[in-house]
């Protein structure tokens, strides 16, 4: 199982779990249930969802009917190597999707972090202090499973998006081998849309850069859906 398979698996799991019974949703409704998304450019990142390899790669993952794929980045060395996306392990690429029963829920910003809370609880992920769970991620190899990320910080940088930094081991038998995953819930004209950005753990520094990454690519597209 690739990397990337683990991650989205994951991700769609924490996003399945959500009831209205847990006051999940708002009681108005979006005027318009589905809205098109405005995607930026960068230098260092190519959108290429529309690409017929990539679209394939990415929708053959989806694990329910629910959810669709809206945006994947991949970073232009791994673009050009896309082909080949279901053999290697890339990092440092973000990728945005929506639960399409969640659309018609008229949300604000005010509402993302009772948001995460529930999915937080429900799918029952916990919460450690950074320099603990680092301490602990590579010298414990009982202290993180693959089939359950931690969280290490919770965030919220701007009014319409709420952020986590998790850890991931997207393999169960290579104890070595962690990933920082910055997930996030963002509203765009009241309707919710997740994304996440995804970088190779390698101490303090790397958490620091995903955190920095994801912010250049999340500010850019919130400004781009104003």
């Not at 693959?146 to 850890?167: C, D, G, Q, R, T």
Request: include cysteine; glycine fraction near 4%.
């Amino acid at each position: 199982m690739s990397k990337f398979f683990s991650f989205l698996l994951i991700l769609l799991l924490i996003c399945c779990k959500t009831e209205k019974s847990d006051d999940y949703y708002s009681d108005e409704k979006n005027e318009t249930e589905f809205i098109e998304f405005a995607f930026p450019t960068f230098d260092k990142w190519t959108e290429c969802y529309e690409d017929r390899k990539v679209k394939s790669h990415y929708d053959e993952n989806l694990i329910s009917n629910k959810f669709q794929n809206v945006a994947v980045y991949l970073n232009n060395e791994t673009f050009l190597r896309k082909d080949s996306l279901g053999l290697i392990d890339y990092e440092d690429y973000a990728y945005f999707f929506i639960n399409k029963n969640e659309q018609k829920w008229k949300l604000t910003g005010d509402d993302l972090k009772r948001i995460f809370q529930v999915q937080k609880r429900k799918n029952g992920i916990e919460s450690y202090e950074k320099e603990s769970a680092l301490n602990k991620v590579y010298s414990d190899t009982t202290f993180l499973h693959s089939e359950k990320p931690i969280v290490i910080e919770e965030f919220k940088s701007a009014e319409n998006i709420y952020s986590a930094v998790k850890l991931i081991k997207p393999y169960s038998d290579y104890h070595d081998i962690i990933i920082i995953y910055v997930y996030n819930l963002m509203i765009v004209k009241n309707h919710l849309i997740y994304s996440g950005y995804y970088l190779d753990l390698n101490g303090d520094e790397s958490i620091m850069k995903a955190k920095e990454m994801n912010g250049l690519i999340m500010s850019k597209f919130l400004g781009i859906n104003k």
